[in-house]
Nanobody, 122 residues
Framework: QEQLVESGGGLVQPGGSLRLSCAAS????????IAWFRQAPGKERDFVAR????????YYADSVKGRFTISKDNARNTVYLQMNTLGPEDTAVYYC???????????????WGQGTQVTVSS
């Protein structure tokens, strides 16, 4: 069974930082890649960042490049998303998901966590 559980969301002021965690089951962690997506109210679920299992190759959406860093801890089956210089536009529910192919579209991810809310506001 593939399970992913996000944590680490919360309220942060503009310019602040947060680190999200995605604890994955062994089966989910062994997929080709795990990615972070986010969904703001009334908007589609957007790709944020992806990391591959074997080489830890990373890929980012342009909107977060240089501010967010995705990483993983193989011993803990956990993927992280370090978010710096946050702005109100980063407010969303953040989800982690697993896929078997090198994709950025949510359609190609078939195992999802429940999401964690990130709110950037003063």
């Amino acid at each position: 069974q593939e399970q992913l559980v996000e944590s680490g969301g919360g309220l942060v002021q503009p310019g602040g930082s947060l680190r999200l965690s995605c604890a994955a089951s062994q089966r989910a962690f062994s997929r080709y890649a795990i990615a972070w997506f986010r969904q703001a109210p009334g908007k589609e679920r957007d790709f944020v960042a992806r990391i591959t299992r074997t080489t830890a190759s990373t890929y980012y959406a342009d909107s977060v490049k240089g501010r967010f860093t995705i990483s993983k801890d193989n011993a803990r089956n956990t993927v992280y998303l370090q978010m710096n210089t946050l702005g109100p536009e980063d407010t969303a529910v953040y989800y982690c998901a697993a896929t078997g192919i090198p994709a950025t579209q949510a359609t190609f991810y078939d195992a999802w966590g429940q999401g964690t809310q990130v709110t950037v506001s003063s």
